[in-house]
């Protein structure tokens, strides 16, 4: 007999890709508020995603025990695309003072943020979402916001989209945390 199975298909599919790296992100941003983020080295900071994507493991994922040896090295090297995010992060933040104030903001009726209501000839419509990063900076009396979505393909800013009505999802999230602060 040689021995020969059925090969397993690794799942850990985009969903959970994206939960685990909210997750780590949330983590270690509010463990390293301020400007403590600049203080990491590299080595430092995969030491400490590697060490948040174990934790995000053995409490969401019911460890790694069970996990095939595909699943675990899909898994593990999230950990680089998440290096490479915090690093970024980090060069981010030594050049402004933006600094993360909430994360994981749902918009909604009795939720953390309001939803805006706009009103229609035939009745109105309500703007429901999720935010999954609030940053803010006061500057001579005044607080300025931005919204960051993580998203893990390149999508960028057209003000020509925006003036055409699409791809407003970033700028009514601000409107609405801004018209109805958590």
């Not at 983590?27 to 301020?34: E, V």
């Amino acid at each position: 007999s040689l021995g020969a199975r059925v090969r397993e298909k690794a799942q850990f599919d985009s969903r959970q890709t994206g939960t685990a790296v909210h997750y780590v992100l949330e983590m270690l941003l509010k463990k390293y508020k301020g400007k403590k983020l600049l203080s990491l080295t590299k080595n430092e900071i995969g030491f400490e995603v590697n060490s948040l994507l174990t934790e995000y493991m053995d409490k969401s994922l019911s460890g790694a025990g069970d996990k095939t040896e595909r699943f675990n090295y899909l898994y593990y090297r999230t950990g680089k695309i998440l290096e490479f995010i915090m690093l970024r992060l980090k060069a981010e933040f030594e050049q402004s003072d933006f600094q993360p104030c909430d994360f994981e903001l749902r918009i909604g009726k009795g939720e953390d943020v309001e939803p805006m209501v706009f009103e229609l000839d035939k009745g109105s419509a309500s703007l429901y979402g999720f935010i999954d990063r609030v940053d803010s900076l006061d500057l001579e009396d005044k607080r300025y916001i931005r919204i960051v979505d993580y998203k893990s393909g390149e999508k960028k800013f057209k003000l020509g989209d925006v003036m055409a009505g699409m791809n407003m999802q970033m700028l009514l999230y601000l409107f609405a945390i801004c018209k109805n602060p958590p």
